[in-house]
């Protein structure tokens, strides 16, 4: 076989894929963004019947038996370093997709798009009796799928490997255990301490066009691209990269609180930042692909938590603040740090602060886990839910509504995604330590706003290696080690001892 003649053959119908995935990315993002709100239905079945068509383009990839001889090639070393990437990616995506029957992912996708409304409408009442037959059927399917896909240990590794490609539920279930049982006496601790901050932002009020302003000029010092993107306004903030030429960001405003609409502007930049960063020469191959949703999470969360929640970042904000803001003349630097890094277990993971952040996420994984895995059933997950809170952040939870009942990714059968996030939390703290030993007086930088480093130490280090490596074996090439807690501990543990003045 002649390989390069196989190889452009098959990058040929890799770029057609991309094509297709970039009309595709732009309907659903002018969804979120624009689209009126009676277009719904016959935009729901042009998406649809696009969708359809790619997954035909990516099941055709093996016509000819192209994709399996490539893939034959790569298992025996005959590939060089880029395209036997490029195969062994495109290898198990295609496998993952051919190993599920047509009529079975036909049916799964009719049942998430009822089980998304019937959610909503349960979620309205504070019924979960409502929404039980529905989860049920989609908790056996996603057996089903498991099945199919093939496993050794658990039925819900195949499941995380969808998002997470290569992470084990053991590994998984070890590190959460870990960080449980660190967090739950830590927050404790904190929660008997009184952090006295008088919020000086919060609640006043600033016109959204003047946050759209800053939350620009803000995106833009930092680093983010906006000729190569853009900001815009949706419910909830978003990024969505049709090519690292264009790769979008949202924020959502609210009249009275800057700094929410500010802290997740600079989260969906660090997303922005990593799309803008792949490698444009590879686009339409996995070698400009992110690497993994945990990673990709980890620059969302290094960018939000460890660089904008830092006492130097509040310096900088503080000036800029009040330099083009009117009547935040009276807030302190040290009020903006503070008010930035408060400490409230919540019922809401989404606004969860990022100590007890992670506990909301090891809670839905103890009971998705049990649900795939058959030892818990949907009618016992209220109270589940329920008790977990209780133990775990010490809340009680009112009504399933704000409780089990809270997210939608369940009724969209996206079981073994949550995860991701607590890697992201724990990859951004590993590579956080592991920059600041590169990048001299980081922090004399961040408080003067220069963060040309650390854009280009995270264009290095991650953007430019797209899916070149699995996400251990790339956070392990720049930190020396593999998915692991001690950073974040460590991290925390410094930062809100200081903050709250007690030993952690
Ligand atoms: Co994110």
Same mark, same amino acid.
Not at 66 to 87: F, R, Y
Not at 312 to 331: D, R, V
Not at 332 to 339: L, Q, W
């Given at each position: 076989?002649?390989? /390069?003649?196989?190889?452009?053959?098959? %990058? /040929?119908?890799?770029?057609?894929?991309?094509?297709?995935?970039?009309?595709?990315?732009?309907?659903?993002?002018?969804?979120?963004?624009?689209?009126?709100?009676?277009?719904?239905?016959?935009?729901? @079945?042009?998406?649809?019947?696009?969708?359809?068509?790619?997954?035909? /383009?990516?099941?055709?990839?093996?016509?000819?038996?192209?994709?399996?001889?490539?893939?034959?090639?790569?298992?025996?070393?005959?590939?060089?370093?880029?395209?036997?990437?490029?195969?062994?990616?495109? +290898?198990?995506?295609?496998?993952? /997709?051919?190993?599920?029957?047509?009529?079975? &992912?036909?049916?799964?996708?009719?049942?998430?798009?009822?089980? =998304?409304?019937?959610?909503?409408?349960?979620?309205?009442?504070?019924?979960?009796?409502?929404?039980?037959?529905?989860?049920? %059927?989609? &908790?056996?399917?996603?057996?089903?799928?498991?099945?199919?896909?093939?496993?050794?240990?658990?039925?819900?590794?195949?499941?995380?490997?969808?998002?997470?490609?290569?992470?084990?539920?053991?590994?998984?279930?070890?590190?959460? $255990?870990?960080?449980?049982?660190?967090?739950?006496?830590?927050?404790?601790?904190?929660?008997?301490?009184?952090?006295?901050?008088?919020?000086?932002?919060?609640?006043?009020?600033?016109?959204?066009?003047?946050?759209?302003?800053?939350?620009?000029?803000?995106?833009?010092?930092?680093?983010?691209?906006?000729?190569?993107?853009?900001?815009?306004?949706?419910?909830?903030?978003?990024? =969505?990269?049709?090519?690292?030429?264009?790769?979008?960001?949202?924020?959502?405003? $609210?009249?009275?609180?800057?700094?929410?609409?500010?802290?997740?502007?600079?989260?969906?930049?660090?997303?922005?930042?990593?799309? !803008?960063?792949?490698?444009?020469? *590879?686009?339409?191959?996995?070698?400009?692909?992110?690497?993994?949703?945990?990673?990709?999470?980890? !620059?969302?969360?290094?960018?939000?938590?460890?660089?904008?929640?830092?006492?130097?970042?509040?310096?900088?904000?503080?000036? %800029?603040? $009040? %330099?083009?803001?009117?009547?935040?003349?009276?807030?302190?630097?040290?009020? &903006?740090?503070?008010?930035?890094?408060?400490? $409230?277990?919540?019922?809401?993971?989404?606004?969860?602060?990022?100590?007890?952040?992670?506990?909301?996420?090891?809670?839905?994984?103890?009971?998705?886990?049990?649900?795939?895995?058959?030892?818990?059933?949907?009618?016992?997950?209220?109270?589940? +839910?329920?008790?977990?809170? @209780?133990?775990?952040?010490?809340?009680?939870?009112?009504?399933?509504?704000?409780? &089990?009942?809270?997210?939608? *990714?369940?009724?969209?059968?996206?079981?073994?995604?949550?995860?991701?996030?607590?890697?992201?939390?724990?990859?951004?703290?590993?590579?956080?330590?592991?920059?600041?030993?590169?990048?001299?007086?980081?922090?004399?930088?961040?408080?003067?706003?220069?963060?040309?480093?650390?854009?280009? +130490?995270?264009?290095?280090?991650?953007?430019?290696?797209?899916?070149?490596?699995?996400?251990?074996?790339?956070?392990?090439?720049?930190?020396?080690?593999?998915?692991?807690?001690?950073?974040?501990?460590?991290?925390? !543990?410094?930062?809100?001892?200081?903050?709250?003045?007690?030993?952690?």
């Amino acid at each position: 076989m002649d390989t /390069k003649k196989e190889m452009a053959k098959l %990058k /040929k119908r890799l770029k057609e894929i991309a094509h297709l995935a970039h009309a595709s990315k732009l309907l659903s993002w002018d969804r979120e963004v624009y689209m009126p709100d009676a277009g719904t239905e016959h935009r729901a @079945e042009a998406a649809s019947e696009l969708s359809g068509l790619i997954h035909k /383009k990516i099941l055709a990839l093996n016509s000819d038996e192209l994709l399996s001889n490539l893939h034959e090639a790569e298992k025996s070393g005959d590939l060089k370093d880029d395209d036997a990437a490029i195969i062994r990616e495109t +290898w198990r995506d295609y496998k993952r /997709k051919a190993e599920l029957p047509e009529k079975f &992912v036909r049916q799964l996708s009719q049942l998430t798009s009822e089980a =998304q409304s019937i959610w909503r409408k349960a979620r309205e009442n504070d019924d979960f009796d409502q929404f039980a037959p529905t989860l049920k %059927k989609i &908790v056996e399917m996603q057996q089903e799928k498991a099945e199919h896909l093939g496993y050794e240990e658990t039925p819900y590794d195949p499941l995380l490997e969808g998002f997470e490609p290569r992470m084990t539920t053991e590994k998984t279930e070890k590190i959460f $255990t870990d960080l449980r049982d660190f967090l739950v006496p830590l927050i404790e601790d904190i929660r008997g301490q009184e952090l006295s901050i008088n919020k000086q932002i919060e609640g006043q009020e600033v016109p959204i066009e003047e946050q759209k302003e800053f939350n620009r000029a803000v995106a833009e010092e930092m680093g983010y691209d906006f000729h190569a993107g853009r900001l815009d306004a949706s419910t909830h903030p978003f990024t =969505q990269a049709m090519s690292p030429q264009d790769a979008r960001i949202t924020t959502r405003y $609210t009249p009275t609180n800057l700094l929410s609409s500010l802290t997740a502007t600079i989260h969906e930049m660090g997303h922005g930042l990593y799309e !803008q960063g792949l490698p444009d020469a *590879h686009y339409g191959t996995p070698l400009a692909e992110p690497a993994s949703l945990g990673v990709h999470e980890s !620059q969302s969360r290094l960018w939000e938590n460890h660089i904008a929640r830092s006492l130097p970042f509040s310096k900088w904000l503080h000036q %800029k603040l $009040t %330099k083009q803001l009117a009547g935040l003349e009276n807030i302190s630097a040290n009020g &903006v740090y503070k008010e930035l890094n408060t400490v $409230t277990p919540s019922l809401i993971r989404v606004e969860a602060d990022e100590v007890t952040y992670n506990l909301h996420i090891i809670i839905r994984f103890e009971l998705e886990k049990a649900l795939i895995e058959g030892s818990l059933s949907v009618e016992e997950l209220p109270e589940q +839910w329920n008790e977990k809170y @209780e133990k775990y952040l010490g809340i009680e939870v009112p009504n399933d509504a704000e409780g &089990v009942l809270q997210d939608i *990714h369940w009724s969209m059968g996206s079981f073994g995604y949550f995860p991701t996030y607590t890697f992201g939390n724990l990859y951004a703290a590993q590579l956080d330590q592991a920059m600041r030993k590169e990048i001299p007086e980081i922090d004399t930088k961040i408080r003067s706003g220069g963060f040309e480093q650390i854009v280009s +130490w995270l264009q290095n280090n991650i953007h430019r290696q797209g899916k070149r490596y699995s996400a251990e074996e790339l956070i392990e090439n720049v930190t020396g080690n593999r998915l692991r807690v001690d950073a974040f501990k460590s991290y925390i !543990q410094s930062k809100y001892g200081n903050l709250y003045e007690i030993n952690l």
